[in-house]
Nanobody, 125 residues
Framework: QVQLVESGGGLVQAGDSLRLSCVGS???????MAWFRRAPGKEREFVAV????????YYTDSVRGRFTISRDNAKNTMYLQMNSLRHEDSAVYYC???????????????????WGQGTQVTVSS
């Protein structure tokens, strides 16, 4: 069973950058993967997705052009580079794995089989 662990969160100022990592253990992460986030008082929402081979990348509108999702399958790791951070990006960020390599990488939470525990990102305005 794959276990996912996020890291890289922290407290930054608006305009700063952070790089989140999601490391898999106990099995391969060479499947479709995604980042989601939950802000205080809000439901968890989709942020970005990446296909098992690094293709099929898609971002939610609010982060497109500022965030970059990537992966290094040799290191069993996925990343989220976050630039030009805004106060509204403050949230707990979760990585998730959809245990399939077929079809498009999906953006719905219910498609994902494994989740990390989350890492807190706080952006002061």
């Amino acid at each position: 069973q794959v276990q996912l662990v996020e890291s890289g969160g922290g407290l930054v100022q608006a305009g700063d950058s952070l790089r989140l990592s999601c490391v898999g253990s106990g099995g391969t992460i060479v499947y479709h993967m995604a980042w989601f986030r939950r802000a205080p008082g809000k439901e968890r929402e989709f942020v970005a997705v990446i296909g098992w081979n690094g293709g099929s990348i898609y971002y939610t509108d609010s982060v497109r052009g500022r965030f970059t999702i990537s992966r290094d399958n040799a290191k069993n790791t996925m990343y989220l580079q976050m630039n030009s951070l805004r106060h509204e990006d403050s949230a707990v960020y979760y990585c998730a794995l959809d245990r399939t390599r077929f079809g498009p990488a999906r953006r719905t939470q219910g498609a994902y089989d494994y989740w990390g525990q989350g890492t807190q990102v706080t952006v002061s305005s």
